[in-house]
Each structure stands twice: as structure tokens, then as C-alpha cells.
Nanobody
Framework: VQLQASGGGLVQPGDSLRLSCTVS???????VAWFRQAPRREREFVAA????????KYADSVKGRFTISRDNARSTVYLQMVSLKPEDTGAYFC???????????????????WGQGTLVTVSS
């Protein structure tokens, strides 16, 4: 399975951005997620969706500002980001897995395949 993330860029605080992740194989049962990693920090969970368990979860830091969605017909996962803040800066990675249980939906090790990352910089 191959993933290709895109849509990152340099934006100002308060701006919006939509990230896309094209997946070579995306089925109804595939769990999808976005993680991010800021310079000199560990990778952190952002958002995830599992159709199998009916679960959508967001990190507290992005709740109400970010929305994860998926288009299985286009094999694409999206992350719509609004009201961006400087602390949202980082490399954003999409990840998918077919065996993710709902209790581990925010755990990086639960996902089998990862994209290469797309850089988001929020700065005035």
C-alpha cells in the first residue's frame, strides 16, 4: 500500500488549509489517520477515522478546528484545517491500517502504512 500526502504550505495564523492523502488501496474497513511532528518533538496524533468501529477521534489541541474525512471512491483521505495556529506547524503524515482496533486509533504503532509527510508552516 502506498500513500502520497500533499497540500502543505506556508500560511498565516487564522488561515485554512486542506491536506490530501492518496492511498493506493482504501477499503471500507481501512482505518485512516493523520499524525504530525514538529521540529525536535515526537510524532503526535491529530485525527483518525475508523468506519469499521464507527469511531472518529481528534486530539484535544485540534478539536473543533480540524476535520478528517475520506472518499473511498477516490481513495483519498483529507484533513481540513481552519483557524490555524503557529503551534500547528510541523510535518503532517497520513497513515492507514486494516487491523486498527478502536482503543488504539490514536497510536502510531497501530498503523501499517505511512505517507512521506507534507510540511505545514503557520507563521506571520
Amino acid at each position: 500500500v502506498q500513500l502520497q500526502a500533499s497540500g502543505g504550505g506556508l500560511v498565516q495564523p487564522g488561515d485554512s488549509l486542506r491536506l490530501s492523502c492518496t492511498v493506493s488501496r482504501l477499503t471500507f474497513s481501512t482505518s485512516v489517520a493523520w499524525f504530525r511532528q514538529a521540529p525536535r518533538r515526537e510524532r503526535e496524533f491529530v485525527a483518525a477515522n475508523s468506519r469499521r468501529s464507527g469511531t472518529t477521534k481528534y486530539a484535544d489541541s485540534v478539536k473543533g478546528r480540524f476535520t478528517i474525512s475520506r472518499d473511498n471512491a477516490r481513495s483519498t483521505v483529507y484533513l481540513q484545517m481552519v483557524s490555524l495556529k503557529p503551534e500547528d506547524t510541523g510535518a503532517y503524515f497520513c497513515a492507514v491500517g486494516d487491523r486498527v482496533i478502536s482503543g488504539r486509533i490514536s497510536v502510531p504503532d497501530a498503523y501499517d502504512y505511512w505517507g512521506q509527510g507534507t510540511l505545514v508552516t503557520v507563521s506571520s
